[in-house]
């Protein structure tokens, strides 16, 4: 899903398929960065077991906070 345009967003990269996204879950006092375009962690699972992932590997294990 692409996100509503924005000027700045906290970002992620899924270190498995590199693919840069607007980070639904930051960590605390995370930098923000030009997002405008990019799209945003899909929620996976469900209920109390949900997660926001990579869309692309369905999973979070690979994401890093993104230092551009």
């Given amino acids: 899903m692409e996100a509503p345009s924005q000027e700045a967003a906290p970002l992620c990269k ?6 840069i996204f607007i980070d639904l879950n930051p960590q605390t006092d995370c930098e923000e960065y030009p997002c405008d375009g990019l799209i945003e962690l899909e929620l996976l699972g ?3 077991n ?3 992932g990579c869309p692309t590997c369905k999973t ?3 994401l890093q906070d ?3």
């Fill in 66 to 68: 993104s230092k551009l």
């Fill in 46 to 48: 469900k209920g109390e």
């Fill in 60 to 62: 979070d294990s690979f």
């Fill in 50 to 52: 949900s997660f926001y």
């Fill in 14 to 19: 899924c270190g498995e398929c590199d693919q």
